[in-house]
């Protein structure tokens, strides 16, 4: 699936991986796509520090299995890798750009103990 080959081309980029798991009737899905991933400045911070992938929670050709296997229970809700591939944990819910970039930041310098809980 692209996870994987995501996964694999941030080993040699040195990025992280950002999975914006979705589903197409979530509305704050298509508000973050709008307002936070429009934003010219994240658009700008992400294709400098992560590979960012889009996987739909509800398709049978592998994203319900990231959905599951990473326990995403509400949308939308990033799932973030280090360049390794080492899951390091979530974002969930909707964020304003500079909140998301924040979280991101975060995440990455202080990732949780358990990056399967919520």
């Known amino acids: 699936n692209d996870l994987s080959k995501s996964l694999l081309q941030a080993k040699t980029s040195h990025k992280y991986v950002l999975a914006d798991v979705y589903t197409d009737w979530c509305g704050w899905c298509k508000r973050l796509d709008a307002d936070t991933f429009g934003d010219q400045q994240m658009v700008d911070y992400l294709n400098q520090k992560f590979l960012v992938v889009k996987v739909n929670a509800e398709d049978e ?25 080492k899951f390091l944990g979530k974002i969930s819910g909707y964020l304003r750009a500079d909140q998301y970039q924040q979280a991101l930041e975060n995440l990455i310098k202080h990732p949780p103990a358990d990056p399967y809980a919520d």
């Open 61 to 85: 050709g592998g994203g319900k299995q990231v959905a599951e296997k990473y326990k995403v229970t509400g949308f939308p809700c990033a799932l973030v890798f280090e360049p390794s591939g």
